[in-house]
């Protein structure tokens, strides 16, 4: 039978915020100092390969989302908004050489594409978090801009993550490390999460809020959907699971934030989730807004990270 490793002892609490000056990505793993040369196998990169200092040394912002083509957008919109030089066209995929992931670098932002649910965004934060040790980068924040199904808020507002909870509305990532269930701390970062809120108030019209948001394994079942393929409950219970939930505070579900925030957490990445949400849970579960709408609401947390990004790096007026 598996083992359960307790959550949040004293070392695993010491990793995560302590550092002086700069703040270096580090990583935990022992062996990887020993390896001749480190193969990021997903992203088509390489120690030995690529001179990643050279490449990514400068990175202080990566903004991770699931499609390769929302987040090429977004990196395209960086670039104009940066007001660097470099012309559009060659802006390419660094990551071109494998079809998994897709990555765009304009100046100090980094913009990965990540798939859909916990494996993926797994695999891919493994190689980016050793990405960004071996091109020794420091002060990094990362965040991911998604989309996710709202509770009891209105579709288009834009949740900002202060803790990823799991379907048990807990503040943890459970990891299968071997046969043991490894649990792993998922609070996010708070001054981030509160400076990304303070600048949401500087876009007019902006229907945003922090909270909770609940990570699961899949979005039919996992998430209380009537109209997946397999449903075997009722909506009345549907409906009491979804108010119980928002009574602990979630007020947005997505597939990927629990993971997120543990492993950067651990690795000393200061980290936000910025997800607009699509419908109201309470109401329905298919999402039927016109495409033109979902569009729009997608562009809602790009605005606010190019907002905050601009501002931080002190190009707002
Ligand atoms: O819009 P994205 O970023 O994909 O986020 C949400 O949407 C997907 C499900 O449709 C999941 O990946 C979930 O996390
Ligand atoms: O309901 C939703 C909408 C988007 N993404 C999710 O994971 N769930």
Redesign the pocket.
């Known amino acids: 039978m598996a083992s359960v490793i307790p959550a949040f002892n004293s070392s695993m609490r010491s990793d995560r915020n302590t550092y002086v000056g700069k703040r270096f990505v580090h990583v935990k793993n022992p062996y990887l100092d020993s390896m001749d040369e480190d193969i990021l196998y997903h992203l088509d990169l390489g120690t030995k390969t690529h001179n990643l200092p050279a490449m990514f040394g400068d990175v202080k912002f990566v903004c991770v989302g699931r499609s390769p083509n929302r987040m090429k957008a977004f990196a395209l919109f960086m670039h104009k908004e940066l007001g660097l030089e470099e012309a559009e066209e060659d802006i390419k995929d660094i990551c071109a050489g494998t079809d998994r992931y897709c990555m765009y670098k304009t100046g100090p932002v980094l913009t990965i594409s990540h798939g859909m649910g916990i494996p993926s965004i797994s695999v891919m934060l493994h190689e980016l978090i050793k990405l960004l040790h071996h091109a020794q980068c420091c002060d990094v924040t990362i965040i991911r801009i998604g ?3 709202g509770i009891g808020i209105a579709p288009g507002t834009v949740v900002i993550t202060d803790t990823a909870v799991d379907s048990f509305f807990k503040p943890r990532f459970e990891q299968v490390i071997l046969d043991n269930i490894v649990t792993r701390s998922t609070e996010l970062h708070k001054e981030l999460s509160e400076e990304l809120f303070n600048c949401s108030k500087e876009i007019p019209n902006f229907r945003t809020l922090i909270g909770h948001t609940m990570c699961t394994y899949d ?1 039919y079942e996992g ?1 209380g959907r009537l109209d997946g393929a397999l449903c075997s409950f009722s909506r009345e219970k549907k409906l009491a699971y979804l108010k119980r939930a928002y009574k602990a505070g979630v007020r947005n ?3 990927e934030s629990t993971v997120l925030a543990a492993m950067c957490g651990l690795c000393g990445l200061k980290a936000a989730v910025v997800c607009v949400t ?2 109201d ?1 309470l109401d329905c579960d298919q ?1 039927n807004l016109p495409h033109d709408v979902l569009l729009e609401y997608q562009q809602w947390p790009q605005l606010l990270i190019s907002n905050f990004i601009t501002r931080r790096l002190g190009l707002c007026d």
Do not use: A, N, P, V
Request: no cysteine; net charge neutral; proline share 0%.
């Open positions: 989309t996710s199904g979005f998430q579900i997505e597939m699509l419908l849970r999402i």
